[in-house]
C-alpha cells in the first residue's frame, strides 16, 4: 500500500535450571556452556535473586541460539530470489497466495462501495492495463477496482488485485501520476510481498512458541515468560516487521518507476506525484509518527530515493502505446 502450510520449530529443553532446593543456583549444562555457568554459579551464589536473573539471562541467550539456527533453517529451506534480485523468505505456495487474494478482494468488494464514476473506472483501467502489460506475473488475474472512499490510498493483494480509493485521484493529478501510483501497487503483486509477509509472520510466530516453550522448560515464574512474550511481541515488530515492511515499500517504490517508465509514462512525474502527496499529508496533519513506528518510510525517504533512481528509469522509458 501507500501508506495453510505451516511450518513447526522443534526445541529441545534448555541446559540450564534454578533449583529450589539448593542455596545456590544449580547449573545444568551441555559442555560448551559448562565452565560459563559454574563460573556464574560461584560469583553469584551470595545473591539468590542476582544469580537467578543471570541464570535466566543465560537460558535465554542459550534459546536465543537455538533461534537464530531456525531462521538460518527456514532461510535455507524456504528462500527464493524475486524480481528486484533480493532473497525472500516463502514458506507458501503460489496456489495458497493467489487463493488468499481472490478470497480477501471479493470479501472487499462486498464491504467497500465500488464508485459508479465511468470516468475514473476508465481511466484507472486504462492506466492499470497500461502497467500490466508490460510485468511478468505467471497467472495473474489483473483486476482493478475503484473503491469510494476519501482514503488516499491504493493497495494490492496477492494475484494481480489492485484496489484504488476515490480520495487519491486529485492527489495523483493526471495518468503520470495514476501510472505512479499503480506502478507501485502492481510491484506488490510481482515481488510476491504479500506471501513474503505471511511467511514471516509464521516464522515470528514460530520462534515466538519456540521462546515461550523454552522459558516453561526453564521453570521461568509465569510472570517473566508473559512479559518475555510482551517483550519479543514488542521487539519482533520494531526490530524486523516494521523495518522489512518499510523495505518492501521502497522495492515496489523502486520496481514500480521502472514499470510506469516501460509503459510510456515519464519516471520523473513519480517525484512529483509524491511532493503533492507529501503536501497533502501535511495539510492533514499526517506525518507525525516517529520513523522507525511506521511501516512505510518516510514522504521526504521516497522521494530522494525516487529522485535517485530516474535515471536508471529514463534509460528504459519507451515510448507511449
Known amino acids: 500500500m501507500l501508506a495453510t502450510s505451516r511450518t513447526f520449530f522443534l526445541a529441545s529443553p534448555l541446559l540450564l535450571r534454578l533449583t529450589d532446593e539448593a542455596e545456590s ?18 560469583a553469584l551464589t551470595a545473591n539468590r535473586q542476582v544469580a537467578t536473573f543471570f541464570m535466566r539471562a543465560i537460558a535465554i541467550a542459550k534459546l536465543a541460539g537455538l533461534i537464530l539456527a531456525c531462521v538460518g533453517w527456514a532461510c535455507f529451506t524456504g528462500c527464493v530470489t524475486n524480481e528486484a534480485g533480493r532473497n525472500q523468505l516463502m514458506l507458501v505456495s503460489a496456489e495458497q497466495e493467489m487463493q488468499m487474494g481472490l478470497t480477501a478482494f471479493d470479501q472487499m468488494k462486498k464491504e467497500v462501495p465500488i464508485s459508479k ?16 502489460s508490460v510485468v511478468s506475473l505467471p497467472n495473474a488475474q489483473w483486476e482493478f477496482v475503484v473503491f469510494e472512499s476519501k482514503e488516499a490510498n491504493a493497495f494490492c ?17 493526471d495518468e503520470a501520476g495514476l501510472a505512479t501510483v499503480l506502478g507501485h501497487e502492481v510491484a506488490h503483486a510481482t515481488l510476491h510481498h504479500g506471501a513474503e509477509r505471511v511467511s514471516r509472520a509464521m516464522l515470528r510466530q514460530g520462534v515466538g512458541e519456540g521462546v515461550g516453550a523454552g522459558l516453561s522448560a526453564a521453570g521461568a515464574d509465569p510472570r517473566v515468560a508473559s ?15 516494521l523495518p522489512h515492511s518499510r523495505a518492501q515499500e521502497s522495492e515496489a517504490d523502486h520496481r514500480g518507476l521502472i514499470y510506469m517508465a ?29 520513523w522507525f513506528l511506521r511501516t512505510h518510510p518516510l514522504d521526504e525517504t521516497r522521494i530522494k530515493q525516487l529522485q535517485q533512481w530516474v535515471p536508471e528509469a529514463k534509460a528504459q522509458q519507451r515510448s507511449p502505446r
Request: with cysteine; proline share 5%.
Open 227 to 241: 512479559a518475555s512474550e510482551v517483550i519479543y511481541g514488542t521487539g519482533s515488530q520494531l526490530l524486523e516487521a
Open 262 to 290: 516501460l509503459a510510456g509514462y515519464d519516471p520523473e512525474m513519480a517525484v512529483a506525484f509524491w511532493q503533492r502527496f507529501s503536501v497533502f499529508a501535511i495539510e492533514k496533519g499526517g506525518g507525525n509518527t516517529l
Open 117 to 132: 464514476d465511468p470516468q475514473a473506472d476508465e481511466l484507472v483501467q486504462r492506466v492499470g492495463k497500461r502497467i500490466a
Open 25 to 42: 543456583p544449580q547449573c545444568i549444562a551441555g559442555d560448551k556452556w559448562r565452565m560459563a555457568d559454574r563460573a556464574f554459579c560461584t
Open 157 to 173: 493483494l496477492p494475484g494481480g488485485k489492485i484496489g484504488v480509493y476515490t480520495g487519491i485521484l486529485p492527489i495523483t493529478k
